[in-house]
């Protein structure tokens, strides 16, 4: 039977294909592989994480999660191999909430990051095309920065005008729709694309100027390049707003506008929530709760639904 060690190799190397930067997973999964090898076995188990933890078990609880969120990702994908590994329950790993409070980027702000990458500079253009369109994307459907980064050309539907999200977090894949004006950007940099660099046998959507898919940690580093020229990330680099926070903005607006506009936000909240590729709902009711404006529009409405005994 295959070694554990040469299944994370090829779940590695699987997840790159997509753009996924998993210098930090790898480093998690190393160590937890090699201990399973020592011990001579070939699944993963719940029982292999318990042993594991208390073998070396002094980093703290939010550590411990993340290296449980690591084995639970590739148990996932092993078991669309071989169904005998099990995949280690979430709440195994009790995590002290440490999310970090998210940056609501303004219209204008949106506007200014944009216009900034586009000035990028490269021999052929393109590091200022792809981080202008990638950032521009993510800020108007909300995806996630790998999920943007792993998209090919082909699941780009212009007729349809949807986008297929084929390596969404934990191996969930979705289609969205976009508007016609998102189209048009798509097809407009694919253009520029094509004239800008040759293919390098890549299917991917956004490419860097060897012809090859962009990657995450790159992108990051534009993101930063860009915040801090429009003066939105302090000099020199600090803590500050991340791409990430482009996906909360579009949420917050969005469930923002439905309190504006008295919409049920119950049953929106659904329809938001497998949009954005959440697990549950519950999920994306963090956006009410992260943003103070919402947080009093929600109490608000909850106080007015009280007042009248719950008929509103």
């Not at 409070?101 to 052929?124: K, T």
């Not at 979705?174 to 040759?198: H, N, S």
């Not at 919409?263 to 909240?269: K, L, Q, S």
């Amino acid at each position: 039977m295959t070694s554990l060690s040469t299944l994370l190799s090829e779940y590695l190397d699987h997840r790159r294909r997509f753009g996924a930067d998993m210098a930090s997973v790898g480093k998690v999964l190393k160590p937890f592989v090699a201990f399973a090898d020592a011990e001579g076995v070939e699944r993963v188990t719940t029982d292999l994480f318990l042993r594991w933890r208390a073998a070396f078990g002094s980093a703290g609880p939010n550590t411990w999660a993340i290296r449980l969120g690591a084995v639970r990702s590739f148990a996932t994908w092993l078991q669309g191999i071989d169904g005998r590994h099990e995949i280690p329950p979430k709440r195994l790993v009790r995590k002290r909430c440490t999310r970090p409070r998210p940056w609501i980027y303004s219209e204008a702000e949106i506007r200014q990051i944009v216009a900034a990458a586009s000035a990028l500079p490269s021999p052929s253009g393109l590091r200022g095309a792809t981080c202008s369109t990638l950032f521009g994307l993510i800020a108007v459907t909300g995806l996630r920065i790998g999920e943007a980064i792993g998209l090919d050309d082909r699941d780009l539907n212009a007729g349809d005008a949807t986008l297929a999200v084929r390596c969404g977090k934990n191996g969930r894949s979705r289609v969205i729709p976009v508007t016609r004006c998102v189209v048009d950007k798509l097809q407009e940099y694919q253009g520029f694309r094509d004239r800008a660099v040759a293919h390098a046998g890549s299917g991917a959507l956004f490419r860097v100027d060897s012809g090859r898919r962009a990657g995450i940690r790159a992108a990051q580093g534009n993101f930063l390049e860009v915040t801090q020229a429009i003066g939105l990330r302090p000099l020199p680099p600090g803590r500050g707003p991340r791409i990430h926070d482009l996906r909360h903005a579009m949420a917050s607006r969005t469930i923002l506008d439905w309190f504006r506009q008295g919409r049920d936000v119950d049953a929106e909240m659904y329809k938001l929530s497998a949009y954005l590729g959440h697990a549950r709902p519950s999920g994306t009711y963090y956006y009410i709760e992260a943003v103070p404006e919402l947080l009093a529009l929600a109490s608000e409405r909850g106080l007015r639904t009280l007042g009248d005994g719950g008929a509103s």
